[in-house]
């Protein structure tokens, strides 16, 4: 025995089925705009994403550091103020500095404290001498900063007595690989003989020219810090709460605190008007999608209200006509969506074969993220249901007599 479908969805079937050329037509456009929307925020989500892990990928989401050294200058006789001005600033330990890595690792949100004694100096071997950054950590700390041991191209990140970590541009300056010597000197007048244990490639030129990693206890005698560190950087749990974070670290310690995104202020307005704009091209392909939508619909409320007077008067309630066009707008509106985001996938797996990274790697990955088509996909449906509500509340209302006679 056949299942014969509901009035409505009959009715509804027949008319796309009359109207072939439209319904090709709008249902072309739905495709594309569902397509262009699923595509546009998967790549765009895909390459911020991107983009935030390189840049925190080689630094701390957080960090602490000594208030800056003020000095006072006095007027002449008479005045009431006095010039503030900035003074050279010399290297200097956080103070109670393991105090405040307690207070800091016990503050929500904080997720990892790493102690750092950081500071100028320059690598020699033989006749190359080259300025570096010197960077005392501890390793296993520091790993839950910075994932090095991700960017180790040779040897291992083990930091004791006089071993060190150094980047492959550097090693190629210098013209030295793991297991050879270079000397470190620091503007304190202190150097040492430390032997490379490892190399790094952190995808930055400069850094992996000046990075040069060593143990604490090794930093501090170089840098003449003993017992002391020069900042503690901080991991967070969510990268976008890192000012409120530092905020109220600054709040309880009085130290200078710079987050990630006052170091990044213009990579972060980037890819704020990113978003800006990737979500005025939604919206405009949604307006352009309803607005095609309703105007199928209007065109064939006109065409069929003949049809829709003799349905009025065989007894079919204008609840009834009114659920045949809202169906219309909602079955391309899935239909739509199912297809467009067909064609999502086939262009993103396009262009993930087209464009690359530097080194070879894909830019993005052709995977679709289900909660981005369902999304869209839902989108599609209520644009096809809002679109459809004008044309289906004037067939509703039309005037069978009138509607017969015309």
Known sequence: MRMRLPFEWMVALRYLREGRMQTVLILSGVVGGVAVIVFLTHLITQLQASIIERTLGSQAHIVLRPPEEVTLRSL???????????????????????????????????????????GAGFAMRGTASRAIALNGVDPERYRRIVTIDRYLVAGRFTLAGTDAVIGTELAKDLGVTVGDRIRVLTPEGRDDLLTIVGLFDIGNRDLNRRWVFVSVKLAQSLLDLAGGVSNIDLTVDDIFGANAVGDRLRAQTGLQVDSWMQTNAQLLSALRNQSVSNGLIRGFVVAI?????????????????????????????????????LLQGALYGLVGSGLGAGLAAGLMHLFARIYRNADGSPLFVADLDATIVLWACAIAIAVGLAAAVLPARRAARMDPVQAIRM
């Open 289 to 325: 999608v309803a607005v095609g939508i309703a105007s199928v619909l209007v065109v064939s409320v006109v065409q069929k209200q003949r049809e829709i007077g003799i349905l009025r008067a065989m007894g079919a309630s204008p609840g009834r006509i009114m659920t045949v066009f």
């Open 76 to 118: 002449p006789a008479g005045s009431t103020a006095a010039i503030v001005q900035p003074r050279a600033q010399r290297l200097r330990s956080v103070d109670q500095w393991e105090a405040v890595m307690a207070l800091a690792a016990a503050t929500p949100g904080v997720v990892a404290v790493s102690p750092v004694v950081s």
